[in-house]
């Protein structure tokens, strides 16, 4: 019969999951920064949309990078 | 209120998100061939097929974003301008990493992929098309004023 602290303290599984739960943390937070400050800039200058755009594209895209190879990393390191 | 338009003017990022899809395919390509001829060298037949589809991944995942901003702006002018825009690019992001996920657990214990080949092209086909984002941004000059409507010149829309 196992006790209360063998219980909590069971971790299951592979601990490579956990990565995954680190590598969205990171791109998270960016996009989120990047899309929100977008959000900000369209509604003070809307005729800006165009520009702010392109900036947000490229900032996306280097935040999702991150992501991504984060999550490839499941090819070779389980 | 925007008036009648028979089709509002859209941001000034659309040829700029366009472009970048067109070279990013074409960098694709690139990278597909020479990641398919050294997979071929290093794992045969397997290699071949894990570098086109790590490469189909990567530069389809990473184009997933300009496709879904050009998607969106067609709402460009409309009242459900702003949260069509954000719904649009932001659940088009989520749903892309869903399926990414989907296919890195079903992809990962085929026999038929090389898991470093397919890593690794993933890995060029992202940088590539980073690559390929600020070399665009960079060569390309995005106008200041987008939705101001000038008089009709009616030569082209």
Redesign the interface.
């Known amino acids: 019969m196992l006790d209360a602290t063998t219980v909590l303290a069971e971790i299951n599984g592979n601990i490579a999951t956990v990565g995954y739960g680190l590598a969205a943390i990171g791109p998270a937070i960016g996009v989120g920064i990047v899309v929100g400050k977008t959000i900000e800039g369209v509604a003070r200058q809307p005729e800006l949309a165009g520009q702010l755009q392109v900036l947000m594209y490229i900032g996306i895209a280097f935040t999702e990078a991150l992501a991504f190879i984060g999550i490839a990393t499941y090819f070779i390191f389980v | 209120m925007t008036s009648a338009l028979p089709r509002p003017p859209q ?4 040829p ?2 366009r472009r ?1 899809l067109l070279y990013g395919a074409v960098l694709a390509g690139a990278i597909a061939v020479v990641g398919a001829v050294i997979g071929g060298v290093v794992a045969g037949g397997s290699g071949v097929v894990s570098a086109l589809i790590g490469t189909l991944m ?1 530069v389809v ?2 184009g997933i ?2 496709g879904s ?1 050009l998607v969106a ?1 067609r709402f ?1 002018g409309t009242s459900a301008a ?1 949260g069509a825009f ?1 719904g649009i ?2 659940g088009g ?1 989520l749903v892309k ?1 869903v399926v ?2 989907v296919l ?1 657990v079903l992809l ?1 214990d085929q026999s038929w992929i090389q ?2 080949v ?2 690794l092209s ?2 060029a086909g ?2 590539g ?2 690559l390929v ?2 070399f665009v ?1 960079m060569r ?1 000059r ?7 409507t000038l008089p009709p010149s009616t030569s082209e829309d």
């Open positions: 941001p000034t990022s659309v700029v998100l970048i990567a995942f990473m974003t300009a901003i702006n460009a702003i954000f690019v932001m992001w990493f990414f996920l890195m990962k898991p470093v397919l890593f993933i890995i992202v940088i098309s980073l984002d600020v941004l390309s995005v106008p200041y004023v987008s939705d101001v």
